[in-house]
């Protein structure tokens, strides 16, 4: 299939070149004959067309089609691209040839109107272009977004750039940056074709590193190297060094290593740039891997630098037990768990029963508990009553509760209905150790259902349980949706500990909404929760969190809060800590806080400084400077 479209393409050449060419005898059809039904395939046509070659037909469609109204020829046009064969392509390409440049651009502008498919586009925008470059040009300058006639602008600058470059650059020069970038890479892959050393000239004169540019410098080498690999290597040098640069260079080995695996190998290693050696040795494994795996990792375990290592990630797709032999042999440590989880994971999507016998081979340890995890997750998504049965045959302990708990997490998004009623059927032990993973996922899925059959049990314990760990998880899904539920009321009912840990969930996703909504909160409640929106916001966000502490008004909820600002921020900005201390109203807890950031000051001279200058009274600071730097008044 490689050379499939040129052939395709010097087939359609070869019937035009003939039909402008041929002598005066040719075949000829009835004067009368609707056009129409050559898209018809009617039995008159298909009568009058037997036994006659492609480009026989080809020219008969264009002696009707130079008969008829614009309207026809372009009714004619669409039935004949309906039908994808190389004979309707060379077809409608007779139908746009019979076109005057007036119809070309009724043709164009009706054709757009109707979004009408890339294929007639690129037939009437190429033939514009033939027919009147500079009138399609000049249009493609009108339109106010060029994206939108963006192949005419291919079509313009293809062929432009090959017969007057100086001219296409000029009119290239016109055209905003974006247009810019990707008809620079038009004329660049155009002048590619014919001559590599003036396309990497017009990159080097007019193109940037960012962008278009790294993908044309990529496409360059990769062609000058499939001609002459030698002189692909010096052009390579001009490349600006960045992105572009590693693009080229990875375009360049590339096609070496299909030329030459080794020498490929020992350029690489040769490269002066340390980066440069493993980006493109990385490469090369990563593709020998896709050609022989065994014989790629028997490289690899050679290689001193364990980075390389990291290639033969590849390799677990296409041979998961010889990576983890692989591993075993050559790696250790937590590098050597990373392998075999991975190459497990791999085995688990094809075979879980296979992955079970090699995790079972493993010795107990981090690369042990992440192959169970592994295969519990992947196992549940394709076959959750097979995982199920493998769990509850496993021993008592916490591998079986995790196994159970993440086949039961991917059994609800599976099939909800069928785990809600195997989690029931579950004793009670087991039940509370799946009960927040349930939870869990059927709020992800829907948490008004999930409450609804919650609310369904017969059982007030389960319930109870459950409606906990389906309230937690929502907060930390959809804070505001779950509050809203909620309302003032329904929160007012909670107990204190369930109030401060829904409000902390939601406010470590989403502080500021969380904050909103605390004058909803029962009054006797306001400290408390304030205590905890404040301190989660400012682990997130000091600035944005102090903002909004600064127009909370006064009282027991601002003090809680400002208390919190002024421990946030005591090392970090001990002076904007010392400025807020002042706010705390209670005379002693403002003392502690005083001290406490005069004392985390490293710069004791600075801080002593800063207690001088400071909002407290005369008192503190004298009480203050006896305290932390052991100053007697009067001294």
């Known amino acids: 299939m490689k050379y499939a479209f040129s052939i395709i393409l010097l087939a359609i050449a070869f019937a035009l070149g003939w039909f402008l060419n041929a002598p005066n005898a040719r075949p000829q059809f009835d004067e009368d004959l609707d056009p129409i039904q050559l898209v018809d395939a009617s039995p008159e046509w298909q009568a009058k ?54 119809e070309l651009v009724r043709a164009i502008g009706q054709a757009r109107a109707e979004d009408a498919d890339r294929s007639t586009m690129n037939l009437l925008y190429g033939r514009w272009v033939d027919v009147n470059r500079d009138a399609a040009y000049a249009y493609f300058l009108e339109q106010p977004d060029p994206d939108d006639v963006s192949t005419l602008g291919y079509f313009i600058f293809k062929n432009w750039v090959l017969e007057d470059q100086a001219g296409a650059m000029i009119a290239w020069a016109q055209l905003d940056t974006n247009t810019q970038s990707k008809r620079l890479r038009t004329m660049v892959y155009s002048l590619a074709e014919v001559d590599l050393a003036q396309a990497l000239t017009l990159q080097l004169t007019y193109g940037k590193a960012d962008g278009n540019g790294p993908k044309n410098y990529a496409h360059i080498i990769d062609l000058w190297a499939k001609q002459d690999i030698e002189s692909a290597k010096e052009a390579l040098e001009l490349v600006p060094r960045g992105d572009a640069y590693e693009q080229a260079l990875k375009a360049y080995f590339n096609v070496l290593m299909d030329e030459n695996r080794d020498l490929a190998m020992t350029e690489a290693r040769e490269l002066a740039s340390n980066a440069d050696q493993k980006s493109v040795l990385r490469s090369i494994y990563e593709r020998w ?67 079970l016998s090699y995790i079972d081979s493993l010795p107990y340890g981090e690369a042990y508990t992440r192959a169970l995890s592994n295969l519990s997750y992947n196992w549940a998504r394709q076959d959750p009553e097979a995982a199920i049965a493998w769990f509850e045959a496993m021993p008592e302990g916490e591998d079986r509760n995790n196994a159970m708990r993440n086949v039961l997490s991917e059994y609800v998004n599976k099939d909800p209905e069928a785990a809600k009623a195997y989690f029931l059927s579950m004793d009670g032990e087991m039940q509370g150790s799946a009960v927040s993973n349930l939870a869990n996922r059927l709020v992800q899925n829907d948490p008004q259902q999930a409450l609804a059959w919650i609310n369904s049990l017969p059982d007030p314990d389960l319930q109870s349980r459950l409606i906990k760990e389906t309230y937690s998880s929502w907060a930390r899904e959809d804070g505001s949706t779950l509050f809203a539920h909620l309302g003032a009321d329904g929160f007012a009912k909670l107990d204190t500990n369930e109030q401060r840990n829904l409000m902390r969930s939601w406010a470590d996703y989403s502080p500021r909404e969380a904050a909103d909504w605390l004058e909803n909160a029962p009054e006797d409640q306001q400290k408390m929760l304030t205590d905890r929106v404040s301190r989660e916001w400012l682990d997130h966000d000091t600035y944005e969190a102090s903002i909004w502490i600064s127009e909370l008004p006064e009282g027991e909820s601002r003090e809680a809060a400002v208390k919190n600002l002024v421990n946030s921020i005591s090392s970090s900005d001990p002076i904007s800590a010392l400025d807020w201390v002042v706010d705390i109203k209670d005379d002693g807890d403002r003392n502690r806080s005083a001290a406490n950031i005069l004392r985390q000051w490293k710069d004791k001279a600075a801080a002593r400084d800063a207690l001088l200058a400071s909002s407290l009274s005369d008192d503190e600071v004298t009480k203050l400077l006896a305290d932390v730097f052991n100053e007697k008044s009067g001294s």
């Not at 109204?69 to 994808?84: A, C, H, M, P, V």
């Not at 795996?293 to 050679?302: D, P, R």
């Not at 033969?312 to 032999?325: E, G, I, N, T, Y």
Request: cysteine-free.
């Open 49 to 102: 067309t037997k036994g006659k070659s492609t480009r026989e037909v080809a020219e008969a469609i264009y002696h009707e089609a130079m008969s008829v109204s614009f309207e026809e020829k372009y009714q004619l046009l669409g039935g004949i691209l309906k039908k994808d064969s190389t004979a309707s392509k060379l077809n409608a390409r007779m139908i746009v040839m019979s076109m005057s440049e007036d």
């Open 289 to 355: 891997i896709n050609d022989d795996v065994e014989g790629a990792l028997g490289a690899l375990a050679l290689e001193k630098d364990p980075q390389q290592y990291m290639s033969a990630w590849r390799a677990a797709d296409k041979d998961p037990v010889l990576v983890m032999d692989w591993a075993h042999a050559n790696l250790d440590g937590a590098v050597q768990d990373e392998f075999i989880s991975t190459a497990i994971n791999r085995m688990v999507r094809k075979d879980p029963q296979m992955a």
